[in-house]
Protein backbone atom coordinates (compact mmCIF):
# COMPACT_ATOMS: atom_id res chain seq x y z
CA UNK A 1 0.00 0.00 0.00
CA UNK A 2 2.76 2.05 0.70
CA UNK A 3 4.41 2.14 -2.88
CA UNK A 4 3.42 5.54 -5.15
CA UNK A 5 2.22 4.19 -8.36
CA UNK A 6 0.25 1.32 -7.85
CA UNK A 7 -2.03 3.86 -6.26
CA UNK A 8 -4.73 3.07 -8.54
CA UNK A 9 -4.42 -0.67 -7.86
CA UNK A 10 -5.26 0.04 -4.01
CA UNK A 11 -8.84 0.46 -5.39
CA UNK A 12 -9.72 -2.38 -6.44
CA UNK A 13 -9.40 -3.99 -3.35
CA UNK A 14 -12.52 -4.13 -1.41
CA UNK A 15 -10.54 -4.84 1.61
CA UNK A 16 -9.54 -1.54 2.16
CA UNK A 17 -11.41 0.64 0.10
CA UNK A 18 -15.58 1.57 0.84
CA UNK A 19 -16.70 1.37 -2.78
CA UNK A 20 -19.11 4.29 -2.53
CA UNK A 21 -20.59 5.14 -5.63
CA UNK A 22 -23.19 7.81 -7.18
CA UNK A 23 -26.82 7.64 -7.51
CA UNK A 24 -27.35 7.57 -10.98
CA UNK A 25 -27.93 9.98 -13.39
CA UNK A 26 -28.90 11.27 -16.94
CA UNK A 27 -26.78 14.29 -16.20
CA UNK A 28 -23.37 13.68 -15.42
CA UNK A 29 -21.01 10.18 -15.12
CA UNK A 30 -22.58 9.23 -18.17
CA UNK A 31 -19.51 7.40 -19.77
CA UNK A 32 -19.41 4.93 -16.50
CA UNK A 33 -21.17 2.23 -15.39
CA UNK A 34 -24.80 2.23 -14.72
CA UNK A 35 -24.38 6.32 -15.13
CA UNK A 36 -22.98 6.28 -11.49
CA UNK A 37 -19.10 7.22 -10.94
CA UNK A 38 -17.09 5.53 -8.47
CA UNK A 39 -16.04 7.11 -4.90
CA UNK A 40 -13.15 5.35 -3.33
CA UNK A 41 -12.86 5.83 0.43
CA UNK A 42 -10.49 4.53 2.54
CA UNK A 43 -11.37 1.17 4.74
CA UNK A 44 -7.98 1.03 6.62
CA UNK A 45 -6.23 2.54 9.60
CA UNK A 46 -4.71 5.58 7.75
CA UNK A 47 -8.20 6.28 5.78
CA UNK A 48 -8.33 7.62 2.64
CA UNK A 49 -4.50 8.93 3.18
CA UNK A 50 -3.93 5.09 2.11
CA UNK A 51 -5.77 5.16 -0.93
CA UNK A 52 -4.61 8.90 -1.84
CA UNK A 53 -2.22 10.10 -4.62
CA UNK A 54 -0.34 12.04 -1.93
CA UNK A 55 -0.32 15.23 -3.90
CA UNK A 56 0.55 17.57 -0.78
CA UNK A 57 -1.40 20.89 -1.22
CA UNK A 58 -2.70 23.32 0.90
CA UNK A 59 -4.59 25.93 -1.30
CA UNK A 60 -4.56 29.40 -1.39
CA UNK A 61 -4.54 32.04 1.34
CA UNK A 62 -7.74 33.27 -0.15
CA UNK A 63 -9.50 29.85 0.42
CA UNK A 64 -9.32 30.25 4.50
CA UNK A 65 -9.96 34.09 4.65
CA UNK A 66 -13.14 32.75 3.09
CA UNK A 67 -14.50 31.00 5.44
CA UNK A 68 -13.15 33.77 8.13
CA UNK A 69 -15.50 36.14 6.59
CA UNK A 70 -18.26 33.70 6.25
CA UNK A 71 -17.84 33.87 10.43
CA UNK A 72 -15.57 31.30 11.19
CA UNK A 73 -13.42 33.56 13.45
CA UNK A 74 -9.83 31.48 13.76
CA UNK A 75 -9.85 30.00 10.57
CA UNK A 76 -8.50 32.76 8.03
CA UNK A 77 -5.20 31.77 6.85
CA UNK A 78 -3.28 34.07 9.14
CA UNK A 79 -4.77 31.82 11.93
CA UNK A 80 -4.08 28.26 10.26
CA UNK A 81 -0.62 28.78 8.86
CA UNK A 82 0.91 28.01 11.94
CA UNK A 83 -0.58 24.44 11.89
CA UNK A 84 0.29 23.62 7.91
CA UNK A 85 3.98 24.48 9.06
CA UNK A 86 3.45 22.13 12.73
CA UNK A 87 2.60 19.09 10.31
CA UNK A 88 5.21 19.41 7.68
CA UNK A 89 8.73 18.06 7.94
CA UNK A 90 10.06 20.01 4.50
CA UNK A 91 12.23 17.56 2.79
CA UNK A 92 12.37 19.59 -0.08
CA UNK A 93 16.00 21.20 0.34
CA UNK A 94 15.26 24.87 -1.55
CA UNK A 95 12.12 25.38 0.45
CA UNK A 96 13.48 24.38 3.95
CA UNK A 97 15.02 28.17 4.88
CA UNK A 98 12.09 29.34 4.28
CA UNK A 99 10.53 29.28 7.69
CA UNK A 100 7.58 31.80 6.93
CA UNK A 101 5.87 28.98 4.74
CA UNK A 102 7.06 25.99 5.66
CA UNK A 103 8.07 23.61 8.75
CA UNK A 104 10.92 21.13 9.43
CA UNK A 105 9.99 19.10 12.46
CA UNK A 106 6.69 18.36 12.03
CA UNK A 107 5.31 14.21 11.68
CA UNK A 108 4.77 14.70 8.14
CA UNK A 109 7.24 14.63 5.53
CA UNK A 110 6.83 16.53 2.27
CA UNK A 111 9.36 15.72 -0.60
CA UNK A 112 9.50 15.84 -4.94
CA UNK A 113 9.18 12.44 -5.95
CA UNK A 114 13.11 10.97 -6.52
CA UNK A 115 12.34 10.29 -10.41
CA UNK A 116 11.27 12.57 -13.36
CA UNK A 117 10.39 11.87 -16.68
CA UNK A 118 11.06 13.90 -19.40
CA UNK A 119 7.73 15.02 -20.38
CA UNK A 120 7.00 16.85 -16.70
CA UNK A 121 10.50 18.49 -17.50
CA UNK A 122 8.47 19.47 -20.88
CA UNK A 123 5.41 20.45 -19.28
CA UNK A 124 7.14 23.03 -17.36
CA UNK A 125 8.83 24.48 -20.00
CA UNK A 126 5.13 24.30 -22.07
CA UNK A 127 4.22 26.43 -18.94
CA UNK A 128 7.26 29.23 -18.82
CA UNK A 129 6.34 28.98 -23.27
CA UNK A 130 3.19 29.97 -22.26
CA UNK A 131 4.07 32.96 -20.06
CA UNK A 132 3.68 31.38 -16.50
CA UNK A 133 5.78 30.89 -13.38
CA UNK A 134 7.00 27.65 -13.38
CA UNK A 135 8.99 26.18 -10.11
CA UNK A 136 6.86 27.81 -7.89
CA UNK A 137 6.26 26.95 -4.55
CA UNK A 138 2.32 26.61 -4.55
CA UNK A 139 2.42 25.95 -0.50
CA UNK A 140 4.38 29.21 -0.21
CA UNK A 141 3.08 33.11 -0.87
CA UNK A 142 1.46 32.36 -4.42
CA UNK A 143 0.62 29.34 -5.64
CA UNK A 144 -0.05 30.26 -9.31
CA UNK A 145 1.42 28.86 -12.22
CA UNK A 146 3.69 25.49 -13.41
CA UNK A 147 5.36 23.18 -10.59
CA UNK A 148 6.52 19.77 -9.94
CA UNK A 149 4.39 18.15 -7.27
CA UNK A 150 5.26 17.71 -3.70
CA UNK A 151 4.12 14.86 -2.24
CA UNK A 152 3.49 13.11 1.39
CA UNK A 153 6.14 11.03 0.78
CA UNK A 154 9.53 9.97 2.32
CA UNK A 155 12.30 7.93 0.90
CA UNK A 156 9.82 7.01 -2.28
CA UNK A 157 7.50 5.36 0.55
CA UNK A 158 4.33 6.74 0.76
CA UNK A 159 3.38 8.79 4.20
CA UNK A 160 -0.38 8.09 5.33
CA UNK A 161 -1.68 9.47 8.50
CA UNK A 162 -0.88 6.32 10.38
CA UNK A 163 2.92 6.33 9.41
CA UNK A 164 3.28 10.02 10.06
CA UNK A 165 0.88 10.26 12.99
CA UNK A 166 -0.33 6.97 14.27
CA UNK A 167 2.98 5.11 14.74
CA UNK A 168 4.26 8.01 16.26
CA UNK A 169 1.74 7.49 18.98
CA UNK A 170 0.82 3.74 19.14
CA UNK A 171 2.94 3.15 22.46
CA UNK A 172 0.92 5.85 24.46
CA UNK A 173 -0.87 4.89 27.26
CA UNK A 174 -4.24 6.89 26.27
CA UNK A 175 -4.48 5.55 22.77
CA UNK A 176 -6.35 2.49 22.32
CA UNK A 177 -7.19 1.92 18.67
CA UNK A 178 -9.62 -1.02 17.73
CA UNK A 179 -9.59 -2.45 14.56
CA UNK A 180 -12.39 -4.23 12.41
CA UNK A 181 -15.06 -1.93 14.07
CA UNK A 182 -17.74 -0.30 12.59
CA UNK A 183 -19.09 2.76 14.46
CA UNK A 184 -23.13 2.19 14.68
CA UNK A 185 -24.27 5.39 15.91
CA UNK A 186 -23.22 8.15 18.52
CA UNK A 187 -24.74 7.63 22.27
CA UNK A 188 -26.82 10.43 23.27
CA UNK A 189 -28.38 11.17 26.60
CA UNK A 190 -31.45 12.82 25.48
CA UNK A 191 -32.38 14.29 28.43
CA UNK A 192 -28.47 16.65 29.33
CA UNK A 193 -28.61 16.75 25.29
CA UNK A 194 -25.27 15.08 25.23
CA UNK A 195 -23.04 12.80 23.63
CA UNK A 196 -21.95 9.91 25.96
CA UNK A 197 -20.38 7.51 23.86
CA UNK A 198 -20.53 5.49 20.78
CA UNK A 199 -21.95 1.99 19.82
CA UNK A 200 -19.73 -0.29 17.35
CA UNK A 201 -20.24 -3.95 15.91
CA UNK A 202 -16.93 -6.14 16.28
CA UNK A 203 -16.93 -9.36 14.90
CA UNK A 204 -20.73 -9.71 15.23
CA UNK A 205 -20.62 -8.49 18.68
CA UNK A 206 -22.11 -5.53 19.83
CA UNK A 207 -20.24 -3.01 21.96
CA UNK A 208 -19.81 0.77 23.45
CA UNK A 209 -17.38 2.54 24.53
CA UNK A 210 -18.25 6.34 26.50
CA UNK A 211 -16.46 9.36 26.35
CA UNK A 212 -15.20 11.01 29.71
CA UNK A 213 -15.07 14.48 27.73
CA UNK A 214 -16.34 14.76 24.62
CA UNK A 215 -16.86 11.87 20.64
CA UNK A 216 -14.87 13.51 18.09
CA UNK A 217 -16.01 12.54 14.74
CA UNK A 218 -13.42 12.11 12.07
CA UNK A 219 -14.89 9.56 9.42
CA UNK A 220 -14.76 11.86 6.71
CA UNK A 221 -17.81 13.92 4.20
CA UNK A 222 -19.24 10.23 3.83
CA UNK A 223 -18.90 8.73 6.82
CA UNK A 224 -19.38 11.62 9.67
CA UNK A 225 -22.78 12.93 8.01
CA UNK A 226 -23.79 9.10 7.89
CA UNK A 227 -23.23 8.60 11.66
CA UNK A 228 -24.96 11.77 12.72
CA UNK A 229 -28.34 10.77 10.71
CA UNK A 230 -28.29 7.28 12.15
CA UNK A 231 -27.82 9.44 15.80
CA UNK A 232 -30.22 11.38 15.44
CA UNK A 233 -28.82 14.54 14.23
CA UNK A 234 -30.12 15.91 10.75
CA UNK A 235 -33.46 16.80 8.64
CA UNK A 236 -35.68 15.81 10.65
CA UNK A 237 -38.23 14.97 7.71
CA UNK A 238 -35.70 12.36 6.41
CA UNK A 239 -34.85 10.90 9.58
CA UNK A 240 -38.57 10.57 11.17
CA UNK A 241 -39.65 8.78 7.41
CA UNK A 242 -36.80 6.39 8.37
CA UNK A 243 -37.93 5.65 12.13
CA UNK A 244 -35.11 7.73 13.59
CA UNK A 245 -35.49 9.19 16.72
CA UNK A 246 -34.95 13.40 15.43
CA UNK A 247 -32.34 14.57 18.43
CA UNK A 248 -31.53 17.52 16.32
CA UNK A 249 -32.98 19.06 13.31
CA UNK A 250 -29.97 19.54 11.05
CA UNK A 251 -28.85 20.11 7.67
CA UNK A 252 -26.39 17.42 8.12
CA UNK A 253 -25.66 15.82 4.63
CA UNK A 254 -25.97 19.38 2.65
CA UNK A 255 -23.33 21.23 0.91
CA UNK A 256 -21.70 18.31 -0.72
CA UNK A 257 -18.90 19.70 -3.20
CA UNK A 258 -16.26 17.60 -4.75
CA UNK A 259 -13.52 18.39 -7.24
CA UNK A 260 -14.24 16.68 -10.57
CA UNK A 261 -11.70 16.24 -13.23
CA UNK A 262 -12.36 15.21 -17.08
CA UNK A 263 -10.66 12.30 -18.36
CA UNK A 264 -10.50 12.40 -22.16
CA UNK A 265 -7.18 14.46 -22.91
CA UNK A 266 -4.67 12.14 -23.72
CA UNK A 267 -1.58 12.81 -26.69
CA UNK A 268 0.54 9.96 -27.57
CA UNK A 269 4.39 10.06 -28.01
CA UNK A 270 6.83 7.84 -29.83
CA UNK A 271 9.19 6.99 -27.24
CA UNK A 272 9.34 4.74 -24.36
CA UNK A 273 9.59 8.25 -21.90
CA UNK A 274 6.04 7.92 -20.25
CA UNK A 275 5.30 5.29 -17.15
CA UNK A 276 3.08 2.90 -18.33
CA UNK A 277 2.02 -0.14 -15.81
CA UNK A 278 2.66 -3.23 -18.64
CA UNK A 279 6.48 -1.94 -18.30
CA UNK A 280 6.46 -1.78 -14.70
CA UNK A 281 5.51 -4.84 -13.79
CA UNK A 282 7.25 -6.56 -16.58
CA UNK A 283 9.88 -8.71 -14.90
CA UNK A 284 12.27 -8.16 -17.64
CA UNK A 285 12.75 -4.70 -16.30
CA UNK A 286 14.77 -3.36 -13.50
CA UNK A 287 11.76 -0.95 -12.04
CA UNK A 288 10.31 -2.89 -8.90
CA UNK A 289 13.71 -4.05 -8.17
CA UNK A 290 15.19 -0.96 -8.22
CA UNK A 291 12.33 0.33 -5.66
CA UNK A 292 12.37 -2.34 -3.66
CA UNK A 293 16.24 -2.12 -3.27
CA UNK A 294 17.38 1.58 -3.67
CA UNK A 295 13.42 3.30 -3.43
CA UNK A 296 14.37 4.41 -6.99
CA UNK A 297 12.84 5.08 -10.36
CA UNK A 298 9.56 5.55 -11.58
CA UNK A 299 7.95 3.47 -9.30
CA UNK A 300 8.41 6.63 -6.51
CA UNK A 301 6.13 8.52 -9.12
CA UNK A 302 3.12 8.42 -7.32
CA UNK A 303 0.01 7.26 -9.50
CA UNK A 304 2.11 8.49 -12.65
CA UNK A 305 1.03 12.33 -11.65
CA UNK A 306 4.44 14.70 -11.86
CA UNK A 307 3.32 18.15 -11.96
CA UNK A 308 0.79 20.59 -12.10
CA UNK A 309 -0.38 23.63 -13.06
CA UNK A 310 -2.68 26.05 -10.95
CA UNK A 311 -4.19 29.17 -13.31
CA UNK A 312 -7.34 31.18 -14.02
CA UNK A 313 -8.55 29.56 -17.12
CA UNK A 314 -11.80 32.18 -17.13
CA UNK A 315 -9.24 34.95 -17.35
CA UNK A 316 -5.77 33.79 -18.49
CA UNK A 317 -4.21 36.95 -17.79
CA UNK A 318 -4.96 37.12 -14.16
CA UNK A 319 -1.90 35.31 -12.45
CA UNK A 320 -2.44 35.80 -9.17
CA UNK A 321 -4.68 35.13 -6.38
CA UNK A 322 -7.22 32.46 -6.37
CA UNK A 323 -7.06 29.82 -9.59
CA UNK A 324 -9.78 28.15 -11.19
CA UNK A 325 -8.66 25.17 -12.78
CA UNK A 326 -5.55 22.74 -11.66
CA UNK A 327 -4.02 20.99 -15.15
CA UNK A 328 -2.67 17.70 -13.36
CA UNK A 329 0.31 16.43 -15.80
CA UNK A 330 0.28 12.90 -15.10
CA UNK A 331 3.21 10.91 -17.10
CA UNK A 332 1.28 8.28 -19.09
CA UNK A 333 -1.75 8.09 -21.27
CA UNK A 334 -4.70 6.99 -19.53
CA UNK A 335 -6.64 4.74 -22.46
CA UNK A 336 -3.31 3.27 -22.75
CA UNK A 337 -3.26 1.91 -19.10
CA UNK A 338 -4.44 -1.47 -18.10
CA UNK A 339 -5.51 -0.68 -15.17
CA UNK A 340 -6.99 3.18 -14.83
CA UNK A 341 -10.20 2.83 -17.18
CA UNK A 342 -11.23 -0.23 -14.97
CA UNK A 343 -10.69 2.14 -11.34
CA UNK A 344 -12.41 4.92 -13.35
CA UNK A 345 -15.44 2.76 -13.52
CA UNK A 346 -15.85 3.40 -17.40
CA UNK A 347 -18.80 1.90 -19.41
CA UNK A 348 -18.08 -0.69 -22.39
CA UNK A 349 -18.31 1.91 -25.23
CA UNK A 350 -15.36 3.48 -23.48
CA UNK A 351 -13.39 0.74 -22.82
CA UNK A 352 -13.92 0.05 -26.75
CA UNK A 353 -13.14 3.41 -27.81
CA UNK A 354 -9.85 3.02 -26.12
CA UNK A 355 -9.01 -0.14 -26.58
CA UNK A 356 -6.65 -0.07 -29.36
CA UNK A 357 -4.23 2.39 -27.62
CA UNK A 358 -3.10 -0.36 -25.17
CA UNK A 359 0.19 -1.10 -25.39
CA UNK A 360 1.34 2.47 -26.47
CA UNK A 361 3.05 5.48 -24.61
CA UNK A 362 1.45 8.80 -23.91
CA UNK A 363 0.77 11.68 -21.25
CA UNK A 364 -2.68 12.97 -19.66
CA UNK A 365 -3.48 16.30 -18.41
CA UNK A 366 -6.59 16.41 -15.64
CA UNK A 367 -8.07 19.53 -15.56
CA UNK A 368 -9.86 19.73 -11.84
CA UNK A 369 -11.83 21.93 -10.94
CA UNK A 370 -11.38 24.02 -8.08
CA UNK A 371 -14.27 26.07 -7.17
CA UNK A 372 -17.64 24.12 -8.20
CA UNK A 373 -20.86 25.99 -7.51
CA UNK A 374 -22.99 23.04 -7.86
CA UNK A 375 -23.97 21.59 -4.15
CA UNK A 376 -24.86 17.99 -3.59
CA UNK A 377 -26.34 16.06 -0.78
CA UNK A 378 -26.47 12.54 1.02
CA UNK A 379 -29.01 10.68 2.46
CA UNK A 380 -29.52 7.45 4.40
CA UNK A 381 -31.38 4.89 2.87
CA UNK A 382 -32.22 2.98 5.60
CA UNK A 383 -31.65 3.19 9.52
CA UNK A 384 -28.75 0.79 9.12
CA UNK A 385 -24.49 1.57 8.94
CA UNK A 386 -24.61 -1.36 6.79
CA UNK A 387 -26.42 0.17 3.96
CA UNK A 388 -24.26 2.62 2.38
CA UNK A 389 -25.56 5.91 2.19
CA UNK A 390 -27.42 7.86 -1.24
CA UNK A 391 -24.65 10.13 -2.81
CA UNK A 392 -26.05 13.03 -5.21
CA UNK A 393 -22.88 14.80 -6.38
CA UNK A 394 -24.92 17.27 -8.55
CA UNK A 395 -22.16 17.87 -11.07
CA UNK A 396 -22.21 20.66 -13.42
CA UNK A 397 -25.46 21.56 -11.99
CA UNK A 398 -24.37 25.05 -12.18
CA UNK A 399 -23.42 26.41 -15.61
CA UNK A 400 -20.47 28.01 -14.13
CA UNK A 401 -18.88 24.77 -13.79
CA UNK A 402 -19.61 23.42 -16.88
CA UNK A 403 -18.27 27.03 -18.54
CA UNK A 404 -14.77 26.73 -15.99
CA UNK A 405 -14.23 23.06 -17.38
CA UNK A 406 -14.75 23.54 -20.62
CA UNK A 407 -12.20 26.49 -20.27
CA UNK A 408 -9.66 24.00 -17.91
CA UNK A 409 -10.19 21.69 -21.42
CA UNK A 410 -9.05 24.12 -23.63
CA UNK A 411 -6.04 25.34 -21.20
CA UNK A 412 -4.94 22.05 -21.33
CA UNK A 413 -5.54 22.05 -25.14
CA UNK A 414 -2.84 24.58 -25.22
CA UNK A 415 -0.10 23.04 -23.61
CA UNK A 416 -0.07 20.63 -25.92
CA UNK A 417 0.15 22.80 -28.85
CA UNK A 418 3.42 24.04 -27.27
CA UNK A 419 6.58 23.64 -28.85
CA UNK A 420 7.96 22.16 -25.72
CA UNK A 421 5.28 19.59 -25.92
CA UNK A 422 5.44 18.86 -29.61
CA UNK A 423 9.17 18.07 -29.55
CA UNK A 424 7.88 14.79 -28.07
CA UNK A 425 6.00 14.26 -31.20
CA UNK A 426 2.82 14.39 -29.10
CA UNK A 427 -0.32 13.50 -30.89
CA UNK A 428 -3.92 13.93 -29.11
CA UNK A 429 -5.90 11.42 -28.57
CA UNK A 430 -9.00 13.41 -30.62
CA UNK A 431 -11.81 10.22 -30.41
CA UNK A 432 -15.25 11.47 -30.37
CA UNK A 433 -16.67 10.64 -26.99
CA UNK A 434 -19.93 7.75 -27.24
CA UNK A 435 -22.66 9.76 -26.82
CA UNK A 436 -21.25 13.45 -28.13
CA UNK A 437 -21.29 12.46 -31.83
CA UNK A 438 -24.07 14.73 -32.80
CA UNK A 439 -21.67 18.07 -31.80
CA UNK A 440 -18.89 19.58 -33.89
CA UNK A 441 -15.84 18.42 -32.18
CA UNK A 442 -14.20 21.13 -30.15
CA UNK A 443 -17.26 23.20 -30.42
CA UNK A 444 -18.50 24.19 -26.40
CA UNK A 445 -21.29 22.10 -26.61
CA UNK A 446 -19.04 18.86 -27.54
CA UNK A 447 -17.15 19.90 -24.47
CA UNK A 448 -19.88 19.65 -22.46
CA UNK A 449 -21.38 16.56 -23.79
CA UNK A 450 -18.06 15.45 -23.00
CA UNK A 451 -17.31 16.80 -19.68
CA UNK A 452 -20.62 15.30 -18.45
CA UNK A 453 -19.75 11.90 -20.15
CA UNK A 454 -16.39 11.16 -18.71
CA UNK A 455 -15.61 13.29 -15.82
CA UNK A 456 -14.70 11.47 -12.31
CA UNK A 457 -13.85 12.59 -8.94
CA UNK A 458 -10.18 13.39 -7.82
CA UNK A 459 -12.08 12.06 -4.24
CA UNK A 460 -12.28 15.67 -2.63
CA UNK A 461 -15.74 15.29 -1.00
CA UNK A 462 -16.53 18.14 1.66
CA UNK A 463 -18.45 20.25 3.31
CA UNK A 464 -21.27 17.71 4.65
CA UNK A 465 -21.05 19.45 7.95
CA UNK A 466 -20.61 22.83 7.78
CA UNK A 467 -18.73 25.04 9.58
CA UNK A 468 -20.06 28.07 10.71
CA UNK A 469 -21.23 30.48 13.33
CA UNK A 470 -24.18 28.95 15.10
CA UNK A 471 -26.47 31.79 14.36
CA UNK A 472 -25.90 30.68 10.47
CA UNK A 473 -29.09 28.29 9.76
CA UNK A 474 -26.78 25.79 6.95
CA UNK A 475 -24.21 24.88 10.11
CA UNK A 476 -23.51 21.91 11.27
CA UNK A 477 -20.53 22.88 13.46
CA UNK A 478 -19.58 25.82 14.85
CA UNK A 479 -16.33 27.61 14.97
CA UNK A 480 -14.92 25.13 17.43
CA UNK A 481 -16.37 22.59 15.19
CA UNK A 482 -18.70 21.48 17.69
CA UNK A 483 -22.08 19.96 16.87
CA UNK A 484 -24.47 23.09 17.15
CA UNK A 485 -27.77 21.87 19.34
CA UNK A 486 -25.59 18.66 20.75
CA UNK A 487 -23.06 19.17 23.58
CA UNK A 488 -19.46 17.19 23.50
CA UNK A 489 -19.73 16.49 20.25
CA UNK A 490 -17.20 17.46 17.52
CA UNK A 491 -16.82 16.54 13.98
CA UNK A 492 -13.18 17.11 12.68
CA UNK A 493 -12.69 15.93 9.03
CA UNK A 494 -13.06 17.41 5.54
CA UNK A 495 -17.34 17.51 5.96
CA UNK A 496 -16.77 20.34 7.97
CA UNK A 497 -15.35 22.44 4.62
CA UNK A 498 -17.99 25.38 4.38
CA UNK A 499 -16.34 26.28 1.14
CA UNK A 500 -14.05 23.64 -1.02
CA UNK A 501 -10.51 24.58 -0.97
CA UNK A 502 -8.51 25.24 -4.41
CA UNK A 503 -6.04 22.38 -3.15
CA UNK A 504 -6.17 18.72 -2.83
CA UNK A 505 -7.78 17.92 0.99
CA UNK A 506 -5.34 15.32 2.35
CA UNK A 507 -2.77 18.03 3.91
CA UNK A 508 -5.68 20.96 5.20
CA UNK A 509 -7.45 17.85 6.76
CA UNK A 510 -4.03 17.57 8.55
CA UNK A 511 -4.40 21.28 9.40
CA UNK A 512 -7.86 20.63 10.83
CA UNK A 513 -6.96 18.54 13.33
CA UNK A 514 -3.75 19.84 14.29
CA UNK A 515 -5.91 23.15 15.19
CA UNK A 516 -8.85 20.68 17.27
CA UNK A 517 -5.57 20.00 19.31
CA UNK A 518 -5.22 23.38 20.54
CA UNK A 519 -8.66 24.12 20.64
CA UNK A 520 -9.51 21.04 23.02
CA UNK A 521 -6.25 21.88 25.57
CA UNK A 522 -7.48 25.24 25.62
CA UNK A 523 -11.09 23.91 26.25
CA UNK A 524 -10.10 21.54 28.92
CA UNK A 525 -6.93 23.36 30.36
CA UNK A 526 -4.16 21.29 29.46
CA UNK A 527 -0.69 22.37 28.16
CA UNK A 528 -0.42 24.35 25.58
CA UNK A 529 0.53 22.45 22.32
CA UNK A 530 3.61 23.88 20.02
CA UNK A 531 3.77 26.48 17.57
Known sequence: MDIPLIVHLLQLNNDINWKYRTKPSNKYCLGMHDNSCNWPRGKVVGG????????????????????????????????????????ETIDIPELQSDNTYHGTT??????????????????????????????????????MGFSYLQ????????????????????????????????????????NANRAVGVEFMKYGQRASVFARKEVILCAGAIGSPQLLMLSGIGPAKHLADLGINVVRDAPVGEN????????????????????????????????????????????????????????????PKVRRGLPDIELLFVGGAIPMDTFIPITM???????????????????????????????????????????????????????????????????????????????????????????????EYNSDAYWECAVRTLSFTIYHYSGTCKMGPRKDPTAVVDPKLKVIGVERLRVADASIMPEIISAHTN??????????????????????SRS
Open 48 to 87: SSVLNYMIATRGSAEDYDRWAKMGNEGWAYKDVLKYFKRL
Open 106 to 143: GPLHISYPVYRTLLAEGFLKAGEEMGYQTHTDYNGKDM
Open 151 to 190: TTIKNGTRMSSNRAYLQLARNHKNLYLTIESIVKKVLIDR
Open 256 to 315: LMDHITYGGLSWSVDASIAVQMFDIINPVNPYLRDFLIRRSGPVTIPGACEALAFINAKN
Open 345 to 439: GVNRRMLDLWQKYTGGYGWSILPMLLKPKSRGQIRLLANDVNVKPEIVPNYYDHPDDVNTMIAGIKAALSVGQTRAMREFNSRLLDDIIPGCESY
Open 507 to 528: VPVYMIAEKLVDMIKEEWGYSK
